[in-house]
């Protein structure tokens, strides 16, 4: 069974919001609540500057999980966190626990009063039946039932933002971590910014073809 | 052992802050703008090194975000995962015995010494001992703080304790019943405490004769007569101690909790969430016991704030200070006088029922 994993290569995000544009659309995500956005660090310092798109990342150990006072909260096999919005009761607890800032609150009334919780769901629903109407209309499409991974990854015009099953992921940003260490000649950040030439070093980072 | 480890858990990060603030206090700390110009510099000399960058990832500073919502510009804050650790471990758990503990020492000292009764016989001469206004601030107060109680509970226990019984679904209409009272009982609490505090703080004034009362514990384990003023130093402690102290800091933290419309932090409201813990825990255990000695503890103090009125000999027993006061003001025996006119008249069913 996958574990169901984010990452997002900070040298290759552009901060182009697809992501985030790519998720509110997929899943008609309701106005107030982005269930993903991209995060600039050092904005604007030439040579320090890094953005990293960020959602629910789905922790093994899941804060929002320890703290939900109905356990509306549950796992799926692939290891993605969901929710159960019928038994949500809008305390916010999993708002304040949360690293990641990943569960929102539409406005349910006035002085801030909050609506059932609205979090990413790694485009794989909630507790109804796949790819019902009642489920579309509470969590969003269903990708994963469909066999589809998660459309802000999908729609990622750099491939910063991978989505799926962890040990092909691994596999696939150490192969960029060494391919940088000779250079940054795949599509890395480096590579569309441009950037001082850098020796390699070490005989596993010499074994990787070089560009010409 | 997972409450073994938050523990610890806890203890590190009570450590890693003094170290920290130590450090503060002796060297100079990175400050963002330095961390950045120290990535620039290395940008060039270590492409791909990005330690720099990320030690600012943990909530240090806000990066720039395209959405305009409160601290969406933070990659990751820290603060959660301390709260959570605290909220589920130490404040629910010693909260909770606490309050068992405090019932099960209730129920013992009811079982050893019973309900205070009246040594002497009713006279049938009443005293007006709480005015139609004061009655209706402490009910007030008491049904607002009662349902607080209750529904705050539901939402900190019923986790554990209302799930595995009722199951998810009827405890989630319960859980939504309960935050709905409480978020909106809780202002109206705090008015009430507000009224009670100016109905009733003329006469909780504390004097030298509530040292008195303290020392002997108000005669309770005694059983010795101690003379006290219309409140005694036990209840003047809890109008201090309890409705206003406790009362202002439950009633702020939780405003701040209430009002999530103000832009307040997460850390604000993981702070004002254990301060509120720790309120409300304290302020449920002074309850328990002040709810003891107005009912079961001692005969007639309930029919005091029912009907306002008092035997001359619960009076003279109880609060002998008052009650000669009452004497000098002629005041023994024409209760009723005060009620609001239309009111029903009380009837002075205050000890034993008979006139």
Same mark, same amino acid.
């Given at each position: 069974?996958?574990?169901?994993?984010?990452?997002?290569?900070?040298?290759?995000?552009?901060?182009?919001?697809?992501?985030? *544009?790519?998720?509110?659309?997929?899943?008609?995500?309701?106005?107030?609540?982005?269930?993903?956005?991209?995060?600039?660090?050092?904005?604007?310092?030439?040579?320090?500057?890094?953005?990293?798109?960020?959602?629910?990342?789905?922790?093994?150990?899941?804060?929002?999980?320890?703290?939900?006072?109905?356990?509306?909260?549950?796992?799926?096999?692939?290891?993605?966190?969901?929710?159960?919005?019928?038994?949500?009761?809008?305390?916010?607890?999993?708002?304040?626990?949360?690293?990641?800032?990943?569960?929102?609150?539409?406005?349910?009334?006035?002085?801030?009063?909050?609506?059932?919780?609205?979090?990413?769901?790694?485009?794989?629903?909630?507790?109804?039946?796949?790819?019902?109407?009642?489920?579309?209309?509470?969590?969003?499409?269903?990708?994963?039932?469909?066999?589809?991974?998660?459309?802000?990854?999908?729609?990622?015009?750099?491939?910063?933002?991978?989505?799926?099953?962890?040990?092909?992921?691994?596999?696939?940003?150490?192969?960029?971590?060494?391919?940088?260490?000779?250079?940054?000649?795949?599509?890395?950040?480096? *590579?569309?910014?441009?950037?001082?030439?850098?020796?390699?070093?070490?005989?596993?980072?010499?074994?990787?073809?070089?560009?010409? | 052992?997972?409450?073994?480890?938050?523990?610890?858990?806890?203890?590190?990060?009570?450590?890693?802050?003094?170290?920290?603030? @130590?450090?503060?206090?002796?060297?100079?700390?990175?400050?963002?703008?330095?961390?950045?110009?120290?990535?620039?510099?290395?940008?060039?000399?270590?492409?791909?090194?990005?330690?720099?960058?990320?030690?600012?990832?943990?909530?240090?500073?806000?990066?720039?975000?395209?959405?305009?919502?409160?601290?969406?510009?933070?990659?990751?804050?820290?603060?959660?995962?301390?709260?959570?650790?605290?909220?589920?471990?130490?404040?629910?758990?010693?909260?909770?015995?606490?309050?068992?503990?405090?019932?099960?020492?209730?129920?013992?000292?009811?079982?050893?010494?019973?309900?205070?009764?009246?040594?002497?016989?009713?006279?049938?001469?009443?005293?007006?001992?709480?005015?139609?206004?004061?009655?209706?601030?402490?009910?007030?107060?008491?049904?607002?703080?009662?349902?607080?109680?209750?529904?705050?509970?539901?939402?900190?226990?019923?986790?554990?304790?209302?799930?595995?019984?009722?199951?998810?679904?009827?405890?989630?209409?319960?859980?939504?019943?309960?935050?709905?009272?409480?978020?909106?009982?809780?202002?109206?609490?705090?008015?009430?405490?507000?009224?009670?505090?100016?109905?009733?703080?003329?006469?909780?004034?504390?004097?030298?004769?509530?040292?008195?009362?303290?020392?002997?514990?108000?005669?309770?384990?005694?059983?010795?007569?101690?003379?006290?003023?219309?409140?005694? @130093?036990?209840?003047?402690?809890?109008?201090?101690?309890?409705?206003?102290?406790?009362?202002?800091?439950?009633?702020?933290?939780?405003?701040?909790?209430?009002?999530?419309?103000?832009?307040?932090?997460?850390?604000?409201?993981?702070?004002?969430?254990?301060?509120?813990?720790?309120?409300?825990?304290?302020?449920?255990?002074? @309850?328990?016991?002040?709810?003891?000695?107005?009912?079961?503890?001692?005969?007639?103090?309930?029919?005091?704030?029912?009907?306002?009125?008092?035997?001359?000999?619960?009076?003279?027993?109880?609060?002998?200070?008052?009650?000669?006061?009452?004497?000098?003001?002629?005041?023994?025996?024409?209760?009723?006088?005060?009620?609001?006119?239309?009111?029903?008249?009380?009837?002075?069913?205050?000890?034993?029922?008979?006139?």
């Amino acid at each position: 069974m996958a574990r169901m994993k984010f990452i997002c290569d900070a040298e290759r995000c552009i901060e182009c919001n697809g992501c985030v *544009t790519a998720c509110k659309n997929e899943h008609d995500v309701p106005w107030g609540v982005n269930r993903r956005r991209v995060v600039t660090l050092n904005d604007g310092i030439v040579g320090a500057e890094r953005s990293i798109s960020v959602a629910c990342m789905h922790c093994s150990d899941a804060p929002c999980m320890a703290v939900c006072p109905v356990n509306c909260f549950y796992k799926t096999e692939d290891g993605v966190v969901l929710h159960d919005k019928d038994l949500c009761i809008g305390c916010g607890y999993c708002f304040y626990a949360c690293p990641f800032g990943a569960p929102q609150f539409p406005q349910a009334g006035a002085f801030g009063v909050r609506g059932k919780m609205d979090k990413c769901t790694f485009c794989a629903g909630g507790p109804e039946k796949d790819n019902s109407k009642a489920e579309h209309e509470k969590y969003g499409r269903n990708r994963l039932a469909e066999g589809k991974l998660p459309a802000c990854a999908e729609m990622c015009s750099t491939k910063a933002l991978l989505a799926g099953d962890g040990d092909v992921l691994s596999d696939i940003y150490r192969e960029r971590v060494m391919r940088r260490g000779r250079g940054g000649d795949l599509w890395g950040h480096a *590579t569309a910014y441009g950037r001082p030439d850098a020796k390699a070093t070490g005989p596993i980072l010499q074994s990787i073809p070089q560009k010409s | 052992m997972n409450r073994l480890f938050a523990l610890f858990a806890t203890l590190l990060m009570a450590l890693a802050a003094m170290a920290a603030l @130590a450090q503060q206090s002796s060297g100079p700390v990175e400050s963002p703008a330095d961390l950045a110009k120290q990535e620039q510099q290395r940008s060039v000399t270590q492409p791909y090194n990005n330690a720099a960058i990320w030690k600012n990832a943990r909530g240090a500073v806000e990066g720039y975000v395209s959405i305009p919502a409160p601290e969406a510009g933070v990659l990751i804050q820290d603060g959660g995962q301390n709260w959570r650790a605290l909220r589920n471990g130490w404040f629910s758990v010693i909260g909770g015995w606490a309050l068992v503990a405090m019932m099960l020492v209730i129920g013992g000292f009811y079982a050893w010494k019973g309900t205070v009764q009246l040594h002497d016989s009713p006279t049938g001469r009443m005293i007006e001992r709480f005015t139609l206004l004061e009655r209706m601030a402490h009910w007030g107060t008491a049904i607002s703080f009662s349902v607080l109680a209750i529904s705050g509970l539901i939402l900190l226990f019923g986790k554990t304790l209302l799930i595995p019984v009722i199951g998810f679904t009827l405890f989630s209409w319960l859980a939504i019943l309960a935050k709905n009272l409480h978020n909106f009982l809780g202002p109206l609490f705090i008015i009430s405490c507000i009224i009670t505090f100016i109905v009733f703080v003329r006469d909780n004034m504390l004097k030298a004769i509530d040292f008195k009362w303290i020392a002997s514990f108000g005669g309770l384990i005694s059983g010795k007569h101690v003379p006290s003023e219309k409140f005694n @130093a036990g209840e003047k402690l809890w109008f201090w101690g309890g409705l206003m102290l406790l009362g202002l800091v439950v009633g702020v933290s939780g405003l701040v909790l209430n009002f999530p419309n103000f832009g307040q932090t997460r850390a604000t409201m993981q702070l004002a969430n254990l301060v509120h813990l720790t309120g409300a825990t304290l302020f449920m255990l002074g @309850a328990l016991g002040h709810i003891y000695m107005g009912t079961l503890g001692m005969a007639g103090a309930l029919d005091a704030m029912k009907t306002g009125v008092v035997d001359e000999s619960w009076a003279k027993e109880h609060h002998e200070i008052w009650y000669d006061e009452q004497l000098k003001a002629g005041n023994v025996g024409n209760a009723g006088k005060a009620v609001a006119p239309g009111a029903k008249s009380p009837q002075p069913v205050a000890i034993g029922g008979h006139d």
